[in-house]
């Protein structure tokens, strides 16, 4: 089911979710009044996960982010994988660029873990780039971007 998906939180304190705000109403005290929209998710999966992690006692909270990180990681890698591959170069080239629109080797390894990108190396993805006319080298460990 496509969409956008919301979380919504009601003043009882109670996080849950849906898809039309308008018609949401709490599921713990049947209230729609005073509810916010606390974040937007593309994906009713991504979306479940939110609405455990802002349930969850203060306590599990930071063990439960965690989990939900890798979660989302592999969320991404299947997206990425199912991407094509210029998709995906272009995804991580611009997640890597610095102020200047320079990246490095480090900070396109940095976007490809964000990204769970593990079925290229960052050598790959950069003289990919470099033969397409988006880089020219700077130095030996940066590459200016030109797309």
Known sequence: MGGEWILVRCK??????????QSAYCNRCN?????????????NSDLALAVSAANLPKGLHKEFSKKLKIERQKNIKSKSNSDSGGEMMLRIMKNSLDDNGNLSLESVKNSMLIEGIDNTTVEQIIGQAEMQGLLIRVDSNTWNWLG
């Open 12 to 21: 009882c304190g109670h996080s849950f979710g849906s898809q039309n705000f």
């Open 31 to 43: 209230s729609n009044q005073k509810l916010s929209i606390n974040a937007k998710f593309e994906t």
